[in-house]
């Protein structure tokens, strides 16, 4: 039977802007806020879908202005389309502008929020996963002065949680500072999770992880410069912690280069980076490769993580997750969703959809553009 067709007669584009706790500081740079964009798509049928980002000027090139920008041109182009045509609505996104990875994964995930809808299936198993194990996610020690940070790690130990990420990426001795004054606070049976966000060079990167060897860390994310990734390789082959690709795979094209370089031992996906859409192919490749993955984010709301924790259902090789940030924000906007659980275990709606939506009360409050 032939299904009806459909086609989006609205488009809202929302910008966001909220307060996080305290700042956050990695080696690219420092956050105050969370500038976010929320996509709405609006259907013939009368359904809607929910889409969110959170645009990076240092890794993905955008900010809240592009966004905005941008978005508006992809809306025109997708107003009329089936959203259920999600593939050729992706194409003619990829098609219409290169990059701008952010913005186009918030449409991306509401074109899958509509689907799921649709099907009346959770997002999770309208993607084909099943959710049959536990997420737990860690917190993230922002970078800061050793005695800062072993604070930070040892009031996140006494919340309660079991697994600490660590921002590094300055210079081998004050990483090497950072790291036994957290090892002095901290249990030895509490894995550690350590992030350069590209601050290393080759031979820093292979000295430092050489230098931790006998921590309990369980992979180091992105050691060095994305565009040195010819050079992860040697990262790898001498370091005796297992590494982990972030930057330096934003879609499946990436994930294939890495693979045949032999370059990592894990992925990090980011629906920033890839949108659902180019996540489950990189799914697809890593599971041929036998790579396992973590699902981060950026500094995104429950929305966009209730998406990520969908997706970390998608693949047993999904052994890590990283949805730390929400908690991080002064205020949560958003209604239904993922839920933090104690010891950082979540948990995930079983809804139609994404089981989760922006609260319309604060979306009142916010500047927008309307495309119809």
């Not at 889409?51 to 993905?60: A, H, R, S, V």
């Not at 006494?158 to 300055?170: A, N, T, V, W």
């Amino acid at each position: 039977m032939t299904r009806k067709k459909i086609r989006i007669d609205q488009i809202e584009i929302y910008e966001s802007k909220t307060r996080l706790k305290e700042p956050f500081i990695i080696s690219l740079g420092a956050h105050e806020y969370a500038e976010n964009i929320f996509v709405i798509v609006r259907v013939s049928d009368g359904s809607v879908g929910f889409g969110e980002c959170c645009p990076d000027l240092t890794i993905n090139g955008e900010n809240i202005d592009t966004c905005r920008v941008v978005g508006t041109l992809l809306a025109r182009h997708l107003i009329g389309r089936d959203p259920l045509d999600i593939e050729p609505c992706i194409r003619s996104m990829d098609a219409i502008i290169f990059g701008h990875s952010s913005i186009k994964s918030a449409f991306d995930m509401a074109l899958y929020d509509i689907a799921a809808r649709n099907m009346e299936m959770p997002l999770y198993r309208f993607m084909g996963g099943v959710n049959n194990k536990k997420l737990r996610t860690d917190y993230t020690v922002s970078l800061g002065s050793p005695e800062k940070m072993a604070e930070d790690a040892k009031k996140i130990v006494d919340e309660g949680f079991q697994i600490i990420k660590i921002k590094l990426g300055e210079n081998r001795r004050s990483d090497l500072e950072r790291m036994a004054a957290i090892r002095r606070v901290i249990d030895e049976s509490i894995p550690l999770r350590i992030d350069a966000n590209q601050g290393w060079d080759v031979q820093t990167a292979i000295e430092i992880l050489n230098d931790l060897h006998d921590a309990p860390i369980e992979f180091c994310e992105e050691p060095i410069p994305r565009w040195a990734f010819m050079e992860l390789q040697h990262v790898r082959k001498a370091s005796p912690i297992k590494i982990m690709a972030d930057e330096t795979c934003f879609d499946h094209h990436d994930a294939k280069r890495l693979i045949q370089l032999h370059a990592c031992d894990y992925f990090n996906l980011k629906l920033g980076k890839s949108g659902l859409f180019k996540a489950l192919k990189i799914i697809g490749l890593a599971e041929t490769a036998g790579i396992k993955m973590q699902v981060g984010g950026f500094i995104e709301t429950r929305l966009c993580f209730t998406a990520s924790a969908h997706l970390s259902l998608c693949s047993d090789l999904i052994e890590y997750t990283d949805f730390d940030t929400p908690l991080m924000l002064e205020q949560d906007p958003i209604s239904g969703g993922i839920g933090y659980q104690k010891g950082g275990l979540i948990s995930i709606p079983d809804e139609p959809g994404l089981g989760a939506i922006v609260n319309p009360d604060y979306l009142k409050t916010l500047q927008r553009v309307v495309v119809k």
